[in-house]
């Protein structure tokens, strides 16, 4: 069974940063990319970045919003992916997701809150 | 970004009666591959979003064969032919052919 499970997230203020880790199990993960998708109650679903495999030099794309802000990163060795983030603004305040390329399996999220 | 349109924002359907959903993109989300990257969505409250319908009209495994899925160009519709009360909740419209994939607004459905 897909296993997706997010962690990290918690309060922080502006300006400060936080690392989100997802825990991958069930499936190839060094055969998969990774995506990060964030849940806001004012913006709805917004999908942020991903990752691509080994095969594919661990490429990276991101959405404007973020880009140069965030980071995704993988360890296949370990089947985790990961998203850096740095220069928090309140609008990054959200449920982060991480999911495939599918979107068939999403984790359980985990709550980012920015503020002072 | 490619915009996606949904509507209604929000429903209220009574048990066993139908109910649809429309989403409409500013540019149709046909791949170059042939396939059209639309899939829908369903969030239940405190739950992460499933999803129901990839590729237009293919349902996914476990998904009552009361959701459907159709559409073509830019237009495309979630129909489900008798609502339930494990319905209830947002659908989001989303389409994968273009980066970034983008959602719908979400439309609330209240039975």
């Known amino acids: 069974e897909v296993q997706l499970v997010e962690s990290g997230g918690g309060l922080v203020q502006p300006g400060g940063s936080l690392k989100l880790s997802c825990s991958a199990s069930?499936?190839?993960?060094?055969?998969?990319?990774l995506h990060w998708v964030r849940q806001t109650s004012g913006k709805g679903l917004e999908w942020l970045g991903r990752?691509?495999?080994?095969?594919?030099?661990?490429?990276?794309v991101y959405t404007a919003s973020v880009k140069g802000r965030f980071t995704i990163s993988r360890d296949d060795s370990k089947n985790m992916a990961y998203l850096q983030m740095d220069s928090l603004k309140a609008e990054d305040t959200a449920v982060y997701y991480c999911?495939?390329?599918?979107?068939?399996?999403w984790g359980q999220g985990t709550q980012v809150t920015v503020s002072s | 970004d490619v915009v996606m349109t949904q509507f209604p924002l929000s429903l209220s359907v009574t048990l066993g009666q139908p109910a649809s959903i429309s989403c409409k993109s500013s540019q149709s989300p046909v791949h170059g591959d042939g396939d059209t990257y639309l899939t829908w969505f369903h969030q239940r409250p405190g739950q992460s979003p499933r999803r129901l319908i990839h590729?237009?009209?293919n349902r996914d495994s476990g998904v009552p064969d009361r959701f459907s899925g159709s559409g073509a160009g830019t237009d495309f519709t979630l129909q489900i032919s008798r609502v339930e009360a494990e319905d209830a909740g947002l659908y989001y419209c989303?389409?994968?052919?273009?980066?970034?994939?983008?959602f719908g607004q979400g439309t609330k459905v209240e039975i």
């Open positions: 999911t495939l390329t599918a979107a068939d399996h």
């Open positions: 990752i691509r495999t080994k095969t594919n030099n661990y490429a990276t």
């Open positions: 590729k237009v009209s």
């Open positions: 989303m389409q994968g052919t273009y980066w970034p994939p983008t």
């Open positions: 069930g499936f190839p993960f060094s055969g998969a990319a």
